[in-house]
Antibody
């Protein structure tokens, strides 16, 4: 079955960097675009970024553009999110999300990893 | 800045019908925004319900349907069940389907 498992979350100080990973299994990873979505504690969902199936195209939400970098390793079925210059506003659960092959949207979501930025 | 707006909260009786809407401050919502809808219950990851305005996932109950209603995207729940009580989020895509923006979510209470 489709599995998406995020890792790399933790507690860190403002200005620091962190790299999240999403290990996937149960499907042909290289066929799908992949997204990150985040949710601050008690708040709504925020779309963060998307990478095309082959990694050639990447798009970011305005709040993370220039600070976050999305990458994928299709040989290891893994997605990464490099987050730099973190601020308390980046505190959230980060979800790894499988995009659709046909259509624009998503289907499977991971359970998320919590990133807390605090001094 | 792109803002997507949903009703903050709605209440519906069991067996009733409720329609949630999703508006964009950039103008009318159309199929080109590829409206997606998600359900989220406390402590759980969001569950996708609708994509491409009207298309259901294999797990989406038949009582959920997506549409365009005037200048908005809409999610209609017909024959509401107690287990439908949850937060519902819409997601619109911009810039040719490349950039997504979520609405603030609608809390649906079944009373």
């Amino acid at each position: 079955q489709v599995q998406l498992v995020e890792s790399g979350g933790g507690v860190l100080q403002p200005g620091r960097s962190l790299r999240l990973s999403c290990a996937t299994s149960g499907f042909s990873f290289s066929d799908h675009p992949m997204h990150w979505v985040r949710q601050a504690p008690g708040k709504g969902l925020e779309w963060v970024a998307v990478v095309s199936y082959d990694g050639s195209e990447k798009y970011y939400g305005d709040s993370v553009k220039g600070r976050f970098t999305l990458s994928r390793d299709n040989s290891k079925d893994t997605l990464h999110l490099q987050m730099n210059s973190l601020s308390p506003e980046d505190t959230a659960v980060y979800f790894c999300v499988r995009g659709l092959v046909r259509g624009v949207g998503s289907d499977y979501w991971g359970q998320g990893t919590l990133v807390t930025v605090a001094s | 800045q792109t803002v997507v707006t949903q009703e903050p909260s709605l209440t519906v009786s069991p067996g009733g019908t409720v329609t949630l809407t999703c508006a964009s401050n950039t103008g009318p919502v159309s199929r080109a925004h590829h409206p997606n809808w998600f359900q989220q219950k406390p402590g759980q990851a969001p569950r996708p319900l609708i994509y491409g305005t009207t298309y259901k996932h294999s797990w989406t109950p038949a009582r959920f349907s997506g549409s365009l209603l005037g200048d908005r995207a809409a999610l209609t729940l017909s024959g509401v069940q107690p287990e439908d009580e949850a937060d519902y989020y819409c997601l619109l895509y911009y810039d040719g389907g490349l950039r997504g923006v979520f609405g603030g979510g609608t809390k649906v209470t079944v009373l």
